[in-house]
């Protein structure tokens, strides 16, 4: 089946702009995360969903992030008013219920804040 | 709290000599632990994980990662290593975050394997 996808796969703004990146997680996982990851860095968490739960929202970094989930199908995360030090790469993973269950990563959005 | 510190940012290695990624967790409990790889320009896939099962875990590509509770340690390894083999690696185990508590699945800093020929 298809794994989880991710749009767009690169997005230039200017600073001062929102944007919309979209994850499509794959059908049948509950979890669903969004991390960042910059330039030569490792991977920080943003957010998690599961099932119905209320999401955890411990690492979006200001309240000009936020993220939605329909139910477990698609979500967005939502930057506004975008600046430089938000370039980045922005992965999606999904992964059924529990610890010791595998993520499954989407490609990631390459995002350019001019 | 549980996490993971991966003690080397950089490994270099010929090809064909063995691979040695050093990763150690901190936890009061069994945990859950995983190794990942990135490689350039492409998305992470999963190598192998540790479940309380066999202590001595087998995944793809060669690799392999033993758990060792005494030294709290869980490295990767490989004992020739390819071309291929060039990415990034990256430990992980769940950690509690947050107010509400969720076991969140969490990165450590990652270590650059780098094969010369």
């Known amino acids: 089946g298809a794994g989880v996808s991710q749009s767009p796969s690169n997005k230039v703004t200017e600073k001062g702009k929102d944007v919309e990146l979209r994850c499509d997680p794959i059908?049948?996982?509950?979890?669903l995360y969004w991390y960042r990851q910059r330039l030569g860095q490792g991977l920080e968490f943003l957010i998690y969903?599961?099932?119905?739960?209320?999401?955890?929202k411990s690492g979006l970094p200001s309240d000009r992030f936020s993220a939605e989930r329909t139910g477990e199908s698609v979500s967005t995360l939502t930057i506004q008013r975008t600046q430089q030090e938000d370039s980045a790469v922005y992965l999606c993973?999904?992964?059924?219920?529990?610890?010791?269950?595998?993520?499954?990563f989407g490609p990631g959005t390459r995002l350019t804040v001019l | 709290a549980q996490s993971v510190t991966q003690l080397d940012s950089h490994v270099s290695v010929s090809e064909g000599t063995p691979v040695l990624l050093r990763c150690n967790y901190s936890s009061s409990y069994s945990p859950s632990l995983f190794w990942y790889v990135q490689h350039p320009n492409k998305g992470l896939q999963l190598l192998l994980k540790?479940?309380?099962?066999?202590?001595l875990v087998k995944g793809i590509n060669g690799f392999e990662a033993e758990f060792k509770k005494s030294e709290t340690s869980f490295h990767l390894t490989k004992p020739s290593a390819h071309m291929s083999d060039a990415a990034e690696y990256f430990c992980?185990?769940?950690?509690?975050?947050?107010?509400?508590?969720?076991?969140?699945?969490?990165f450590g800093r990652g270590t650059s394997l780098i094969v010369h020929p």
């Open positions: 540790y479940t309380s099962a066999a202590t």
């Open positions: 059908s049948g996982h509950t979890a």
């Open positions: 969903f599961q099932g119905n739960s209320a999401p955890d």
């Open positions: 992980v185990t769940p950690a509690r975050r947050g107010a509400g508590g969720s076991y969140i699945p969490t």
């Open positions: 993973a999904s992964s059924l219920a529990g610890l010791a269950n595998e993520q499954f």
